[in-house]
C-alpha cells in the first residue's frame, strides 16, 4: 500500500503544483496588462491588423500586376521577334533581284512564289561552282507571277523555271487580286 499512497501523493502534489502556475500565471499576466505601454500595444493592434490586411491586398495587386506585365513583356518579345524577322525579310527581298513573270496588268492576279534551284544547292555543298546559274538560286527567291489564275501561274513558272534545270517550286500564292483592283481604279476614276 505504501507504494500506492507515494503515487496518489506525487499526483495530488503534481495537481497543486499546476494550480500553483496557473494562479502565478494569471497574475503575472493580469500584472503585464496593467501595463500602460502594454495597453498602447494592444490599442495599436487593431490599426495593426488593418495596415497589414492592406499590405497584404497591395501585395496581391502587385503581384497580379507583375504577372500581367510579365505577360505584356513577352508579347512584345514575340512581337519584336516577328518584326526583326520581317524587317530581315525585306531587306534580304530589297537586295534580291526582282524576278517578274508575265506583264503587270490590272486585270491579272499577282501571284508570289518562292523558287530555289536544287542543282546550285548541290554544286554549293560539293564546293563547286554552277555554270550559267546565279549562287543566289541556293536560297529561296521571289518571283511575281501575274496570271488569270493559279493553275496559269505555276505552268507559267514551270516555262520560265523548268524542272529539269533543277527549279523547285517552294510555295506560292495569291499577293493580290487584280480583278479588286481594277474595280478599285475604277472606283478612282469615277
Do not use: C
Not at 170 to 175: D, G, K, M, V
Amino acid at each position: 500500500m505504501g507504494l500506492m499512497h507515494a503515487i496518489m501523493l506525487a499526483g495530488a502534489l503534481a495537481v497543486v503544483a499546476g494550480l500553483i502556475i496557473l494562479v502565478l500565471g494569471k497574475l503575472g499576466e493580469a500584472a503585464v496588462e496593467r501595463q500602460p505601454d502594454f495597453r498602447r500595444a494592444l490599442d495599436r493592434l487593431p490599426l495593426g491588423a488593418q495596415v497589414e490586411n492592406r499590405l497584404e491586398g497591395r501585395e496581391a495587386e502587385l503581384r497580379a500586376e507583375l504577372t500581367a506585365l510579365q505577360g505584356a513583356l513577352g508579347e512584345v518579345r514575340r512581337r519584336r521577334y516577328a518584326l526583326d524577322k520581317d524587317l530581315e525579310d525585306a531587306r534580304r527581298s530589297a537586295q534580291a533581284p526582282v524576278r517578274v513573270v508575265g506583264r503587270e496588268d490590272a486585270g491579272l492576279n499577282r501571284f508570289v512564289a518562292w523558287m530555289v534551284n536544287r542543282l546550285v544547292q548541290q554544286a554549293q555543298g560539293d564546293t563547286k561552282t554552277a555554270v550559267a546559274l546565279d549562287p543566289e538560286w541556293a536560297g529561296p527567291q521571289m518571283i511575281e507571277v501575274w496570271s488569270e489564275n493559279l493553275a496559269d501561274a505555276r505552268r507559267d513558272l514551270q516555262r520560265y523555271f523548268p524542272a529539269p534545270l533543277g527549279y523547285v517550286l517552294l510555295s506560292i500564292q495569291l499577293a493580290n487580286s487584280g480583278k479588286a483592283d481594277a474595280a478599285a481604279q475604277k472606283e478612282s476614276i469615277a
